[in-house]
C-alpha cells in the first residue's frame, strides 16, 4: 500500500484527498518509480477544477516528478531498479509515493541535479526549452514579452533568454514579483496590475513591439499580448491562469498585422523518447552551466497538496513549488 492524492470530482482544492491506494505492477513497457519529490504546476489545477479532465475518476493528479526506479516492465531495457529519474508529461498520478508510467516519459538524471531540483524543473524547464529554443529560435538581440516573468515557468525564462542574449520584458502582478523577475535576468519588467502593458511595450521598443510575445495568462492578457506583437510576428499562447482564451475571431490577426498564433503543448514537443531526452540535454546543459539555476521558493508535505494548490491559483508563489512525499 502506498499514499497518494486523488479527485473523485472537480472543484476547488478541498475535492483533493489524501488516500491509500495500491498502484498496479508495471506493464510491459511500463516502470514503477518511488517518487523523491514532485513539482507543482498550474496545469494540476486545471485537471482538479474541471477545465481540463482525467481520462477517469477517481483520477490521480500531477505530471511531474523525479525519484528511484522500484520496478520495470519486461520490455523496458533503457531503465534499471535503482535509476534515478524524471518525468514531466504525465499520465496523471505523480502527486503519489510511487507513480507507474511509460518508460518512454522517463530521463535518467544527471549526478549533479538532485531530486528536489528535477522535481521544480524538469516540467518548467522543458516548456521553455521549447518555448524559447524550438518555438522562438532566437540569434540574439531580439526583445520579447513574457507574462508571469516571477512564476514557476518565468523565473526560468528569465534567466534562458539572458543566457541566449534575448532581452526578454517581463510582466508580473507586484513590485516584488518585478525585483525578482530583474534578479533573475528580465532585462525590464512591466507590473500589468498597474501599469499599461501595450504603452510601455511601446516605449521599451522604440514603437517596433516584439517578434514573439509568450502569453501563459491568457482570457486577461489575450487582447494586451496581440497589440504588443510586431507585425507578422507571433503569439505564442501556451496557458490559461485567468482562464482560457476562446471564440478567436482570426480576423483580427489580420488587422493587428498578419500575426501568426500558436497554442502549444509541452506533449506536442516532448512526444518521442528521442525528442524527450534532447530536450532534457539541452535543459541539464542549462543547469550544469550555472546559466539557469531552480529557485524552489515554496515545498509542502505531499499530504498538504491543496494548500499549494491555493497558494499557486492565489499567485502567493514566485519561482517553482514542490511537494515531498
Ligand atoms: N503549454 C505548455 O506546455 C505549458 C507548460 C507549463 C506551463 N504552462 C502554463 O504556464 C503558466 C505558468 O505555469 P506555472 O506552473 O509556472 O505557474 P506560475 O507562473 O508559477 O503561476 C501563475 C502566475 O500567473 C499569474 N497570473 C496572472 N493572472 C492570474 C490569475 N487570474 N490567477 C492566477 N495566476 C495569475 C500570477 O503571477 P502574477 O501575480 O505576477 O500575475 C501567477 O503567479 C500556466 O498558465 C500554465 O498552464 C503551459
Same mark, same amino acid.
Given at each position: 500500500?502506498?499514499?497518494?492524492?486523488?479527485? %473523485?470530482?472537480?472543484?476547488?482544492?478541498?475535492?483533493?484527498?489524501? *488516500?491509500?491506494?495500491?498502484?498496479?505492477? #508495471?506493464?510491459?513497457?511500463?516502470?514503477?518509480?518511488?517518487?523523491?519529490?514532485?513539482?507543482?504546476?498550474?496545469?494540476?489545477?486545471?485537471?482538479? &477544477?474541471?477545465?481540463?479532465?482525467?481520462?477517469?475518476?477517481? &483520477?490521480?493528479?500531477?505530471?511531474?516528478? +523525479?525519484?528511484? *526506479?522500484?520496478?520495470?516492465?519486461?520490455?523496458?531495457?533503457?531503465?534499471?531498479?535503482?535509476?534515478?529519474?524524471?518525468?514531466?508529461?504525465?499520465?496523471?498520478?505523480?502527486?503519489?509515493?510511487?507513480?507507474?508510467?511509460?518508460?518512454?516519459?522517463?530521463?535518467?538524471?544527471?549526478?549533479?541535479?538532485?531530486?528536489?531540483?528535477?522535481?521544480?524543473?524538469?516540467?518548467?524547464?522543458?516548456?521553455?526549452?521549447?518555448?524559447?529554443?524550438?518555438?522562438?529560435?532566437?540569434?540574439?538581440?531580439?526583445?520579447?514579452?513574457?507574462?508571469?516573468?516571477?512564476?514557476?515557468?518565468? /523565473?526560468?525564462?528569465?534567466?534562458?533568454?539572458?543566457?541566449?542574449?534575448?532581452?526578454?520584458?517581463?510582466?508580473?502582478?507586484? #513590485?516584488?514579483?518585478?525585483?525578482?523577475?530583474?534578479?533573475?535576468?528580465?532585462?525590464?519588467?512591466?507590473?500589468?496590475?498597474?501599469?499599461?502593458?501595450?504603452?510601455?511595450?511601446?516605449?521599451?521598443?522604440?514603437?517596433?513591439?516584439?517578434?514573439?510575445?509568450?502569453?501563459?495568462?491568457?482570457?486577461?492578457?489575450?487582447?494586451?499580448?496581440?497589440?504588443?506583437?510586431?507585425?507578422?510576428?507571433?503569439?505564442?499562447?501556451?496557458?490559461?491562469? %485567468?482562464?482560457? *482564451?476562446?471564440?478567436?475571431?482570426? +480576423?483580427?490577426?489580420?488587422?493587428?498585422? &498578419?500575426?501568426?498564433?500558436?497554442?502549444?503543448?509541452?506533449?506536442?514537443?516532448?512526444?518521442?523518447?528521442?525528442?524527450?531526452?534532447?530536450?532534457?540535454?539541452?535543459?541539464?546543459?542549462?543547469?550544469? /552551466?550555472?546559466?539557469?539555476?531552480?529557485?524552489?521558493?515554496?515545498?509542502?508535505?505531499?499530504?498538504?497538496?491543496?494548500?499549494?494548490?491555493?497558494?499557486?491559483?492565489?499567485?502567493?508563489?514566485?519561482? /517553482?513549488?514542490?511537494?515531498?512525499?
Amino acid at each position: 500500500m502506498a499514499k497518494r492524492i486523488q479527485i %473523485s470530482r472537480h472543484g476547488g482544492p478541498e475535492v483533493l484527498e489524501w *488516500v491509500d491506494y495500491r498502484p498496479s505492477e #508495471p506493464g510491459p513497457r511500463e516502470v514503477r518509480v518511488r517518487n523523491r519529490a514532485i513539482g507543482l504546476n498550474f496545469i494540476d489545477t486545471y485537471f482538479r &477544477s474541471g477545465l481540463y479532465a482525467p481520462a477517469q475518476m477517481p &483520477s490521480g493528479l500531477g505530471c511531474e516528478g +523525479a525519484g528511484v *526506479v522500484e520496478a520495470v516492465g519486461s520490455e523496458v531495457s533503457r531503465f534499471r531498479v535503482g535509476d534515478r529519474v524524471a518525468y514531466a508529461t504525465g499520465p496523471l498520478g505523480a502527486y503519489g509515493e510511487l507513480h507507474v508510467l511509460p518508460a518512454d516519459h522517463l530521463v535518467k538524471l544527471p549526478e549533479s541535479i538532485g531530486f528536489e531540483e528535477a522535481a521544480a524543473v524538469m516540467l518548467k524547464g522543458l516548456t521553455v526549452q521549447y518555448l524559447l529554443s524550438q518555438i522562438g529560435r532566437f540569434g540574439g538581440g531580439e526583445t520579447i514579452l513574457f507574462h508571469a516573468a516571477a512564476g514557476g515557468v518565468g /523565473s526560468i525564462a528569465c534567466q534562458w533568454a539572458k543566457a541566449i542574449g534575448v532581452r526578454l520584458i517581463g510582466t508580473v502582478g507586484s #513590485p516584488a514579483k518585478a525585483e525578482r523577475a530583474k534578479a533573475l535576468g528580465a532585462w525590464e519588467t512591466i507590473d500589468y496590475s498597474r501599469e499599461n502593458v501595450v504603452q510601455r511595450v511601446l516605449e521599451l521598443t522604440d514603437g517596433k513591439k516584439c517578434p514573439v510575445v509568450y502569453d501563459s495568462v491568457g482570457k486577461d492578457t489575450w487582447d494586451i499580448s496581440l497589440d504588443c506583437v510586431a507585425p507578422r510576428g507571433l503569439l505564442v499562447s501556451f496557458g490559461n491562469a %485567468s482562464g482560457p *482564451v476562446t471564440g478567436v475571431n482570426l +480576423a483580427v490577426l489580420a488587422q493587428k498585422g &498578419s500575426l501568426f498564433v500558436t497554442r502549444p503543448v509541452l506533449a506536442g514537443y516532448a512526444d518521442a523518447p528521442e525528442r524527450l531526452q534532447a530536450m532534457a540535454d539541452e535543459l541539464f546543459g542549462m543547469l550544469e /552551466s550555472g546559466k539557469v539555476k531552480v529557485e524552489i521558493d515554496q515545498k509542502f508535505p505531499l499530504a498538504e497538496a491543496a494548500k499549494a494548490q491555493e497558494a499557486l491559483t492565489g499567485r502567493k508563489t514566485t519561482g /517553482s513549488t514542490i511537494l515531498l512525499p
